[in-house]
């Protein structure tokens, strides 16, 4: 494969050496916007495997070859800017490769796909179908499920992964032209801090993975300590392995671990699904982690946060979901981006019993003006749905003065 090779008029370069990537970057210091995309490979394996790193300044595109170049500070310093822009599509997973390798903040951040959703091109838009709306191209997608750590990589398949950065940076240049025209620059305040925040990156808590085992409110106390114990040990093991944590031992077997406590190999022969090499392997350590359930205090056995369903008078909301409906229907995008379900209830739950809305995500930012406002006002009585003389929902405020020491007092002022 030639190191560097021409595709229409942009420049396109595949990167293989220390030196090349130097050279690269030390064009691309002074840029003020970067589009980036990773490829990797995580079917069984705990992190991801990098196969390959793309950029684009908007002029000159490189394809960076993490396996054969053996120092990739020169780009990670790009990315560690905080004078340059960058641009992902579905931003999450490149930035959890990117959060690794820098271990530090990575700001500022663009993401496409939650830029698409509040100009209401759709909630989840596809990379492929954002750029057959604003440059009417189909990608070719028949790399889809390429080993991007296997080597030699094709000229095509470089040519292929190199189209992410090369056609994401006049999409990101379109949707700042469409956010301007909506007047809604600013509704993306705040909609990049969780993809800015380093701690939403950070390797899992250990003392808290039993969260994720279904069933485990079925245990005991001191069951419940035994699989906290045990699903340390498999994250750990999990990453000193690198691969996935049910590839050691699956949920249903940790969980029957913790009810039967087996003491010895012999017991650990009799658990459903825990694998004889397995057994061979880490019968110490499994016995240990069972052990050391046993043996914790019953005042230091970790709690269960309470399970709590808020359930709302009926019909609140689904009448603040058709209010929702009809805003998104005026702001053209979808009703999930304005308020799930999930929001909804929340915020219908602060209301019912008093708590603070003022941080509420429903109430912060631009979604404030644009349904927060209207929800506090349904549920002060302030608001009402109709149906209209077009057949359709309509909304509209109740000219009342039975609300109006409410009015005055409202968090709206």
């Known amino acids: ?119 209401g091109w759709g909630s989840q838009i596809s990379f492929a179908k954002i750029v057959n709306k604003v440059l009417g191209k189909k990608i070719d997608k028949s790399e889809t499920y390429t080993d991007w750590c296997r080597r030699p990589l094709s000229e095509r398949q470089i040519e292929y992964a190199l189209d992410d950065v090369r056609l994401l940076f006049p999409v990101y240049e379109n949707l700042k032209k469409v956010l301007k025209r909506l007047n809604r620059e600013e509704w993306l305040q705040g909609e990049f801090i969780p993809l800015e925040d380093p701690d939403n990156f950070k390797a899992p808590n250990l003392e808290k993975l039993y969260m994720r085992i279904k069933n485990i409110r079925t245990l005991a106390p001191k069951n419940f300590a035994i699989i906290c114990e045990l699903a340390q040990w498999r994250e750990k093991e999990a990453q000193v392995r690198d691969c996935l944590a049910k590839n050691i031992v699956r949920d249903e077997s940790l969980l029957e671990l913790a009810r039967k406590a087996p003491i010895d190999s012999e017991g650990l022969s009799r658990i459903r699904g825990l694998h004889k090499n397995e057994i061979t392997r880490s019968k110490k350590n499994i016995l240990a982690a069972i052990q050391r359930g046993l043996n914790l205090p019953l005042d230091q056995i970790p709690k269960l946060p309470e399970f709590e369903i808020y359930k709302a008078p009926p019909g609140i909301e689904e009448m603040l979901s058709a209010l929702v409906q009809i805003r998104a229907e005026k702001l053209k995008i979808e009703p999930s981006v304005l308020a799930d379900r999930k929001k909804i209830n929340d915020f219908v739950k602060c209301f019912d019993q008093k708590l603070s809305l003022e941080n509420h995500p429903l109430f912060c930012g631009w979604r404030k003006q644009a ?33 109006k020491s409410t009015r005055e007092d409202s968090p709206l002022k």
């Open 371 to 403: 349904i927060g406002n209207q929800l506090y006002l349904a549920l002060t009585g302030e608001m009402a749905l109709a149906i209209g003389k077009n057949g359709k929902l309509v909304n509209f405020s109740v000219d009342s003065n039975l609300n």
């Open 1 to 119: 494969i030639p190191t560097s090779f021409y595709h229409d008029r942009d420049y396109l370069m595949y990167l293989t050496t220390d030196q090349g990537l130097v050279d690269f970057c030390d064009h691309l210091n002074s840029s003020p916007v970067l589009a980036i995309d990773t490829e990797f490979v995580r079917e069984r394996t705990y992190y991801h495997k990098l196969g390959l790193i793309q950029v684009s300044d908007g002029i000159h595109c490189a394809a960076i070859d993490p396996i054969h170049i053996s120092n990739l500070e020169p780009f990670l310093n790009l990315v560690r800017n905080q004078n340059t822009v960058k641009v992902f599509h579905a931003a999450r997973q490149d930035l959890e490769i990117l959060h690794r390798l820098c271990d530090g903040v990575i700001q500022p951040v663009f993401d496409t796909q939650i830029a698409a959703s509040v100009v």
